[in-house]
């Protein structure tokens, strides 16, 4: 698994990156209450901003952390939104972009270095 | 950066693992370990103790009561002098455009008057006062007690086990009470729609009475962030955003507050800052008005989002004043102001989201019933 500095986390599933956020990003959201997908066959780059996420504090982006096609989005944490504060790790995962170049995870964090951000 | 003030419930709010930010100079709890979305709920279904020491308590002395009285009168367009013994009311500061320099509550507690003022207003509030009031009345900031909320449900059966007599108070009534020894000035009242009180108590005494209740088991500490989804339900105006100095109390929706003496014909007509136009307004209307709106979509419309008569083209006809997501509603709600024509209960606004118009219906305030002993 790879993180981003800004709290995304990131699995390889073949020619696919699972996309979500991390525990310590849920916490820090609080209780969310809405959250906007993209539509599946997007192509992004990276940086691109591809979800928003509202709390009952404020509302954020989520950028993409790759180049590549949304190929999948978990409507469960759409119609249920405070799947992200339970299982952020887990069942609520974002979205899954499919991925030419994987040696774009290369520049990301490892577990051990993004527990070291997040102390 | 200035040195943040502390309430006497600060050591409290941190041995309770509050999430603790600067609000109004002071540093408070926006929540605790359960979270804003269950300190709401747990307020509707139960109780919740808010630490609302950071408001300013005043009071106002003078001969009599009717002399404090009358010279309130002068600043406030409420029938000040009317109130009987043992009552509270809300109030407005005025200034002379008509608009709102604070909102307060103020309590006839017989020979003197108790005036509880927001925060972030509180010196402007003493200021005003000790400017507008004639010699004989004195303004005295209350600085040596804390000021704690206790709203829900189950209040009264949890503040009756410290203060039996309570059980007997009416919304808006005030009383002193004693709890273990500490003489307490409570009045049932409070910010979130729910039957509840609002407790001064002397500094010295506010954790031990604060520990009292949270360990009863329907009470639980709740922080700002629940407060103000609390008041958004609710329908109520939080100064400095749904109502401010440019804002009449005919455009907020709040004349039921300015009781008909006060009034054109009435026997005290007028005689506050504003009285022409806030008298005018009351009898032709206003031009823009706060309305109760409801986001048909998931999408929370928060404080400045704009609003629109079209779902395309067109100028913004108004924009949301206070907005967020309310936990007991289980959708966005928000509260704005719009145009007279477009006031009316069932009109579908559309309100711009990050660059989109998503539609937006005109509710009655509030969104959740309110639940006061009447």
Redesign the interface.
């Known amino acids: 698994m790879k993180f981003t500095e800004e709290h995304e986390w990131m699995r390889v599933e073949g020619d696919v990156v699972v996309v979500g956020i991390t525990e310590h990003a849920a916490e820090q959201l609080g209780d969310v209450v809405f959250v906007e997908l993209p539509e599946v066959e997007t192509v992004v780059s990276k940086d691109d901003e591809v979800c928003v996420i509202e709390s009952v504090k404020a509302a954020s982006d989520i950028l993409s952390p790759l180049d590549g096609e949304i190929v999948e989005v978990n409507d469960v944490i759409v119609t249920d939104p405070g799947k992200v504060n339970e299982d952020p790790m887990g069942d609520a995962w974002f979205f899954k972009i499919k991925v030419e170049d994987m040696s774009q995870l290369d520049e990301y964090l490892d577990e051990a270095a993004y527990k070291k951000l997040v102390g | 950066m200035t040195e943040l003030l502390e309430t006497p419930l600060h050591g409290l709010h941190v041995a309770l693992g509050a999430k603790m930010v600067p609000f109004a100079g002071y540093a408070m709890p926006?929540?605790y370990p359960l979270?804003?979305?269950?300190e709401h709920l747990h307020t509707r279904a139960a109780a919740g103790l808010f630490d609302v020491s950071h408001m300013g308590q005043v009071i106002l002395r003078g001969v009599d009561y009717d002399t404090i009285a009358r010279a309130l009168e002068a600043m406030v367009p409420m029938d000040v002098l009317g109130l009987e013994p043992g009552r509270q009311r809300y109030g407005l500061f005025t200034n002379e455009r008509g608009g709102i320099e604070d909102d307060l509550m103020f309590a006839n507690r017989g020979e003197h008057l108790f005036v509880v003022v927001n925060a972030a207003c509180k010196a402007d509030d003493i200021a005003r006062m000790r400017a507008a009031l004639p010699a004989e009345v004195t303004v005295e900031p209350v600085t040596d007690r804390a000021l704690v909320a206790l709203q829900g449900p189950k209040a009264e059966a949890a503040l009756s086990r410290l203060a039996p007599g309570v059980a007997e108070m009416r919304f808006m009534d005030v009383a002193t009470h004693d709890i273990a020894g500490a003489e307490c000035w409570i009045s049932r009242s409070g910010y979130t729609g729910e039957d509840g009180f609002e407790i001064s108590v002397p500094e010295a005494a506010a954790e031990a009475l604060a520990r009292a209740l949270i360990e009863m088991d329907e009470v639980e500490a709740i922080g700002l962030?629940a407060r103000d989804?609390l008041r958004l339900e609710a329908g109520l105006c939080l100064y400095g955003h749904d109502i401010d100095a440019g804002t009449t109390p005919i455009e907020a929706g709040l004349v039921w507050s300015i009781q008909k003496v006060r009034r054109a014909g009435g026997d005290r007509e007028g005689g506050f800052p504003g009285a022409a136009p806030i008298l005018r307004q009351i009898a032709e209307g206003a031009p823009r008005r706060r309305v109760g709106l409801r986001p048909e979509g998931?999408?929370?419309m928060?404080e400045g989002t704009a609003l629109f008569a079209a779902p395309e083209g067109g100028e913004a006809i108004g924009a949301v004043s206070s907005g967020?997501?309310g936990?007991s509603v289980g959708g966005?709600v928000a509260m704005g102001y719009v145009p007279e024509q477009s006031r009316a209960e069932g009109t579908t606004l559309w309100g711009e989201v990050?660059g989109k118009r998503m539609p937006v219906n005109v509710v009655r305030l509030p969104h959740v019933p309110a639940n006061f002993k009447r």
């Open positions: 926006v929540h979270g804003v979305m269950k962030g989804s998931r999408a929370p928060r967020g997501f936990p966005p990050r």
